[in-house]
């Protein structure tokens, strides 16, 4: 039952940081490149627009709930188990989500590149 | 992608791993947090480590809202993982420490990782959202005129 737990867990975390990503990365596209914008209109013009962004603040939101959701899992796995489960499965996410949320040109090459960091990351946390 | 932006995914990089690494050196000091008694977590705020954790994640975060800004999702996260592989080097190189074969085909899976994802467009190009708006008055126009 423990494991049941955990492994809802995980994907609870890998869900929630994902959706934190996209919807971060969504008021970022909204707001336009910082430094340009810092260099036309001024740093003030430039916290105004990012501290009036909704999706930020939602996905400061998902953050928040993957980063206590990752405390919970932690106090019923071993950080071996939660670590490289939720950072590797995160990179799958994140791409779906950026293919069908953010219509990125998530293409072939952006496919292996995720697939080879998340298997790296595997590799390379539990050892 | 000019120097300056690869300067802030470096800072991305570098800030993340600081910012992990000082908090849980942190809460070692501080402890295990007992499960009915969570509010004790706010007295980690008092350790020092824990304190340039938060800074140095606050450091990430402006560095990663600032990579997204001028970067897709889907380029900065797999080009940000290059932190595994300085984290694994550094502590072969400076603390010394063993790595297996397993961990080195680990480092060889995220550089491919990251050189794959690099050499392509950071950014993927959409239209102008007023361009569609554009045509549409243009179409409307048009059908107008054909009334």
């Known amino acids: 039952m423990k494991t049941l737990y955990t492994w809802l867990c995980i994907i609870i975390v890998v869900c929630t940081a994902a959706a934190g990503d996209v919807f971060i990365a969504q008021a970022m596209r909204r707001i336009g490149d910082l430094g340009e914008l810092r260099r036309k209109q001024g740093l003030v013009s430039v916290l105004t627009r990012v501290l009036s962004s909704g999706a930020l603040f939602c996905g400061i939101f998902f953050m928040a709930l993957a980063f206590f959701s990752n405390l919970v899992g932690l106090s019923w796995a071993d950080l071996s188990l939660m670590g490289p489960a939720s950072a590797a499965l995160t990179f799958v996410t994140n791409a779906i989500g950026a293919k069908f949320f953010l219509d990125e040109n998530v293409d072939k090459r952006r496919w292996f590149a995720t697939v080879f960091v998340c298997l790296g990351v595997l590799l390379l946390t539990t050892s | ?147």
Not at chain 2, 33 to 52: E, M, R
Not at chain 2, 101 to 114: N, S
Not at chain 2, 126 to 144: G, I, K, L, Q, R
Request: aromatic share 12%; glycine share 8%; proline share 3%.
């Open chain 2, 1 to 147: 992608m000019t120097i300056r932006k690869y300067l802030v995914l470096l800072c991305v990089v570098v800030f993340g791993s600081i910012g992990d690494t000082f908090l849980a050196r942190g809460m070692k000091e501080v402890g295990a947090i007992d499960v009915h008694h969570l509010a004790h977590v706010f007295s980690a705020l008092g350790n020092p480590w824990v304190v340039i954790g938060i800074f140095a994640l606050l450091g990430f975060m402006s560095s990663y809202m600032i990579a997204l800004s001028f970067a897709d999702l889907t380029y900065v996260l797999p080009a940000t993982a290059i932190g595994y592989v300085f984290m694994a080097l550094l502590s072969r190189f400076w603390l010394h420490e063993y790595i297996s074969a397993q961990r080195w085909l680990g480092i060889v899976f995220i550089t491919v990782g990251v050189g794959l994802v690099a050499g392509g467009p950071a950014l993927t190009e959409h239209p102008p959202a007023n361009a569609s708006d554009t045509s549409e008055t243009v179409e409307e126009e048009t059908v107008e005129e054909r009334v």
